[in-house]
């Protein structure tokens, strides 16, 4: 007697739904995949309680013609490829054909379409899985899902379903991800009878990012756009101050598909972390686009996930390209303050400690970086004549304008060191100090191989090693202006730079060598540094491009602002 029997179609596809279908998100989200995938220009959300009572989704694409209703439904059955060759190179967001057949196997499920040359509109609909006959029906062009009980008769899932109102939100952020990144379509999002989310066709990225983010944080977005044959990057990115613990404000998109890639996410941070902490993602829009057969979708069911054919181009076009234009960026605390209406954090409500007030001009997020979004004021004006607190050798306290500076000495020093070095080299070579005595460091033959090998880029930085016997390297000049650089700090970073990729280029042993350099040779929290010398550093950190964070993306100022201090002493 055989034990081993195939399973019916409707096991077969609870299954399946199993994998695509988690919750009312996961169905909002396929269908205006689909709509997109049929060309339509607006699209129609709309939710009732959170969307396990009810979701449905409205377009105008193309439409489904009347022969082709049962089928649209069925598993493994899809316009969209046709044979295996077209797996190489899938240009539209499903291809899998068992998204309608998973959602009909486990809800109640009814979908009206009118296609261009028909004459009239057609309905089907699905019971948990059994069809009913098609049906002539009225109906408007375009096509219209609509989902009802989701999991109803399902309770081992229905029971993994959260609030009405959580569901709602995770519907909510999925129509907003797909509108980011589809320019040229509109969208609407109605949830229980309210108007929650709305883009126009006509609107542009900038607009899109304003109904996601908010209005004020995309007005600090810096916009970045890198054209080239192979991989074209779009990006909107956010202020240091709107980075945040999880990665919940990182949208990346992939020939417009949201991805969620993990190595993606790697490269993102390398490109950021001179701006955003360790630990910390930026608030950043990126959008891909590159050919489909340069790419693998087709890696998991639900397509976050992606393989790419030259993963190696890829990722140093994104570390490289964000780098490049943050690097270009005017993050000043000067120049935010200059113009009047400094960044306020309530858009990334994230942070910002629980009884304090939002915003803080440019200044970096912090608990007590908080203030109504008073200009910052010319700071360096008063710079010399003023007088300042240092607390436990690590703080500098002063009166600005609007309230109270806190400067942290080693991350302020950390970027003044790196951006007067950048500008030397911007202006040709760093200046050497060549060293009376050559430092002599004791290393294996192999490391002491591989830092002669780079010597040429080392020199560009005012750092000139020279092979002294196989095991030893002799370092003849550090870089001037970095009076307390230790050679044998800078060996051993240089080694660990070396080591990190399997083969970086010269560009990126510089910017490492440029971070490492300028945090070694700062004074560090603790260090006791004179009055003379400490003014003489917050006159440098006056009028820096950037001096929002240290080079590794950790705040040099926090800002206390007067109304906080009212408010921290109740007089307010
Ligand atoms: P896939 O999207 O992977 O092809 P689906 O099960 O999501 O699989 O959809 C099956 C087919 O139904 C699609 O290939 C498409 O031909 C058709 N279809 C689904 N939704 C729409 C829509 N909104 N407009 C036009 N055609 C649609
Ligand atoms: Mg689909």
Known sequence: MSVIRQLPRLVVDQIAA??????????VKELVENSLDAGATHIDVILEEGGIRRIEVRDDGVGITRDDLQLA??????????????????????????????????????????????????????????????????????TRITVCDLFSELPARRKFLKRPSTEASHAIAWVERLALVHSGVGFSVQHDGKMVFKVNASDDLSARCAAVYGTKLN?????????SEHIQLTARIGPPESARRDARKVHMFLNGRWVRDPRLLRAVREGVKEFVPHGYYPTLFMALNMAPESIDVNVHPQKTEVRFRDERMV???I???????????????????????????????????GSMSEGGGAYSQHPLATADARPIGAIDDTIGTQNFLSVRNTFLFREIEGGVE??????????????????????????????????????????????????????????DVSEFGTTTLAINGVPARLKKLRPESLVEDLLEILS??????????????????????????????????????????????????CAHGRPVRVFLSYVDLEKAFYRR
């Open 406 to 463: 806190i400067i942290d000495q080693h991350a302020l020093h950390e970027r003044v060191n790196l951006e007067e070095l950048r500008r030397e080299i911007r202006e040709g070579e760093v200046v050497m100090q060549p060293l009376l005595v050559p430092a002599l460091v004791d290393l294996s033959r192999e490391e002491v191989q591989s830092l002669v090998d780079n010597k040429a880029v080392f020199r560009k930085l005012g750092v």
């Open 500 to 549: 990190q990729s399997r083969a970086p280029s010269p560009e990126q042993i510089q910017e490492e060598m440029l971070y490492s350099m300028s945090c070694r040779s700062a004074v560090m929290a603790g260090d006791y540094v004179g009055e003379d010398a400490l003014r003489s550093l917050l006159k440098r950190g006056g009028d820096l491009p950037q001096d929002r964070t």
């Open 319 to 353: 570390v490289n390209g964000l780098r490049q234009s943050l690097a270009g960026a005017n993050w000043s605390t000067r120049s935010a303050g200059g113009v009047g209406g400094a960044y306020t954090a309530s858009s990334s409500a994230q942070f910002g400690g």
């Open 219 to 227: 007005a600090d977005m810096i916009s970045i756009d890198l054209p």
């Open 315 to 317: 990722f140093g076009r």
């Open 18 to 27: 199993g994998e695509v279908v988690e919750r009312p998100a996961s169905v």
């Open 73 to 142: 439904l069925s598993s493994h059955a899809t316009s969209k490829l046709s044979d295996a060759s077209d797996l190489q190179a899938i240009a539209s967001l499903g291809f899998r054909g068992e998204a309608l057949a998973s959602i009909a196997s486990v809800s109640r499920l009814e979908m009206i379409s009118w296609p261009r040359d028909a004459e009239r509109a057609a309905k089907i609909s699905v019971d948990f899985g059994t069809q009913s006959a098609v049906q002539d029906c009225a109906g408007a062009r375009g």
